[in-house]
């Protein structure tokens, strides 16, 4: 596993710092791609987010549907099925660890993404409405297979004509092994490490649970998939920001505080907790887009494949609902999270933490002189003495969510220093040979056990639950993220193998769950971070190039305002009923 790690984490700085300099630091290449894209399609649709996000929502409610048009599922059961992907272990664990690495200023650069983004979210499922693959349904369809395939592979294809077939092969080969990354390994990860850190559950166990539920549901297809998400997703964004809000009305004298921070760390960060150096913009500047993208997935291709199943013959009627996607994820969802994190101050925070000795939350980081740290290759061994790390300067030193470690204790009361040698990822041995494996000590907290900390903080004037709020959405959040990927994975097999191909994917993604719960969290993230980073160049580069296509469909559909005949439609069936 070492090795794995070592090499995941070399490839993601390869990618990571590649860029254009810019005093002195690297403004990476994907941060460029995303945020331009993002900033022109939203010029040349003419800020089509902000104009018609109300538009959006009525689209949304269901009010001009008609059931007779092409598709598998409704306009609501699409944006359902895209929440459950997005609204997730990013909104939760993702915008905590934006916060961990790059300071309170990187929820700034995460909105906009997110504002950006709706404007590249338009775009993306407009085009994959149009150039969506229909199958009139028939006696050997069979109904989990879905009677439609859409996507960035399609109009990559289609839109830019034959010769870019081996893109739009590329784009489908690259997220569908997204799929098994971000989609799966990731939100089995922070399952089984909620559930582990919370209940001492082996991740094992948790993972092959969760494996049975995802079954159960995604051998149904994109029916099911809808059907299921319609309820859920609704349902556990509402418990989850009604928890929040919570938390910031009994804190409300933080609200304008908070926002300063976030406002004045987005330009002039301070010495982050971890990663971020005074003054490196660029860090809390990638960590923000990065955790943004991971959130509400604008550029990435993937949400369209779920909109391509809407049923409407108007491709902009379902682009309309996609960039309200990007506002509920980020703009709201991500923002609660946030700022419980920031107002209830855990975010840079050290709270007694138990710490497993071959857990994959621990690190080995040499500290810079401007109080931020560089993640090193663990030593053999690390001595301790009296609690207290004997390193020099320069060299690693054993740290807990890339935060040194103060002092290390033997018992949960930390009453008791530990002396002895660590072995990394294998045991603690103290002078008079008793072996630990796990220790005590005042860490910092990333990921969901941090928003689990603030939310539990943050709610303790009227009771000691919080955290099950946390806990109860990341359950919720991470099976029903890997049920709407894993529709958007067999659209790839489908794309590249033929229907034949579904089934096997799905056996296959089911299994990557369950070998997602106890890869390292590190190399879980990485991973997804590493394809996400690659997968959203030949998309952006589609839309930038269909985007005069965009523009005339988008102009064509609002003069001609053809949901004022489906309004009557439904209205009509209504009757009749």
Same mark, same amino acid.
């Given at each position: ?100 690495? @790059? ?25 994959? #409405? ?56 990731? #939100? ?198 009296? @609690? ?23 018992? #949960? ?64 959040? @991470? ?79 609002? #003069? ?18």
């Amino acid at each position: 596993m070492d090795a794995l790690e070592q090499i995941v984490t070399a490839v993601k700085n390869v990618i990571d710092n590649f860029g254009i300099p810019f005093r002195g630091e690297t403004i990476p290449f994907k941060v460029i791609a995303l945020l331009g894209a993002g900033a022109f399609l939203t010029i040349k649709l003419g800020f089509v987010q902000i104009r018609h996000l109300m538009h959006g929502f009525a689209v949304t409610s269901g009010r001009y549907d008609d059931p007779n048009e092409p598709g598998d599922v409704s306009h609501f059961q699409a944006l359902t099925t895209a929440l459950s992907a997005t609204v997730g272990i990013g909104n939760i664990a993702g915008a905590a660890w934006a916060i961990h690495f @790059g300071g309170p200023g990187a929820l700034f650069w995460m909105w906009m993404t997110a504002v950006l983004g709706m404007a590249t979210k338009f775009s993306e499922v407009t085009l994959a #409405q149009r150039y969506r693959n229909v199958q009139a349904p028939d006696a050997t369809t069979h109904k989990w297979e879905g009677t439609v395939s859409g996507g960035p592979m399609y109009y990559i294809e289609s839109g830019l004509g034959a010769a870019w077939r081996p893109m739009a092969i590329f784009f489908a080969v690259m997220l569908g092994t997204t799929a098994f990354l971000t989609g799966n390994a990731v #939100q089995a990860n922070t399952l089984a490490d909620t559930m582990r850190s919370s209940f001492g559950v082996p991740n094992i166990v948790t993972g092959l649970v969760a494996a049975a539920i995802l079954a159960s549901v995604i051998l149904g297809g994109i029916t099911r998939i809808g059907k299921v998400t319609s309820v859920l997703a609704p349902v556990m964004a509402a418990i989850y920001v009604a928890g929040a809000v919570v938390i910031i009305l009994l804190h409300l004298d933080q609200l304008i505080p908070s926002f300063a921070l976030i406002f004045r760390e987005a330009f002039n960060p301070s010495a982050g907790v971890a990663g971020t150096g005074i003054g490196a913009i660029l860090v809390t500047m990638n960590w923000g887009v990065n955790r943004g993208l991971f959130s509400n997935e604008a550029g990435q291709g993937s949400a369209p494949i779920a909109h391509a199943a809407a049923k409407t013959d108007e491709p902009v009627s379902e682009g309309v609902v996609g960039l309200v996607e990007p506002f509920i994820d980020t703009i709201v969802i991500v923002t609660m999270t946030a700022l419980v994190i920031v107002m209830t101050g855990v975010w840079n925070e050290r709270v007694p933490s138990e710490l497993t000795m071959d857990g994959g939350d621990i690190t080995f980081v040499v500290a810079n002189a401007d109080g931020s740290f560089e993640e090193g290759d663990a030593p053999a061994q690390v001595r301790v003495e009296n @609690g207290r790390q004997l390193i020099t300067a320069g060299e690693p030193a054993f740290a807990w969510h890339d935060v040194i470690v103060d002092q290390l204790f033997t018992d #949960q009361a930390q009453t008791v220093p530990f002396s002895g040698v660590i072995n990394p990822g294998v045991d603690a041995v103290a002078n008079d040979g008793t072996t630990y494996i796990t220790l005590y000590a005042d860490a910092v907290e990333g990921g969901a056990p941090l928003t689990m900390l603030g939310f539990r903080r943050g709610l303790s004037a009227i009771g000691d639950f919080g955290h099950y709020i946390v806990l109860i959405s990341v359950l919720l959040f @991470g099976i029903s993220t890997a049920i709407a990927w894993s529709y958007y994975g067999d659209r790839c097999a489908t794309y590249l193998w033929g229907p034949k191909a579904v089934m096997p994917y799905k056996i296959v993604y089911v299994g990557m769950h369950v070998a997602g719960a106890v890869i390292a969290p590190a190399v879980a993230w990485d991973l997804g971070d590493i394809f996400l980073g690659i997968v959203i160049l030949p998309n952006l580069l589609a839309l930038v190039m269909l985007s005069g296509q965009v523009r005339e469909m988008s102009n064509s559909y609002f #003069q001609r305002k053809p949901w004022i005949e489906n309004a009557e439609v439904r209205r009509r069936l209504k009757e009749g009923r």
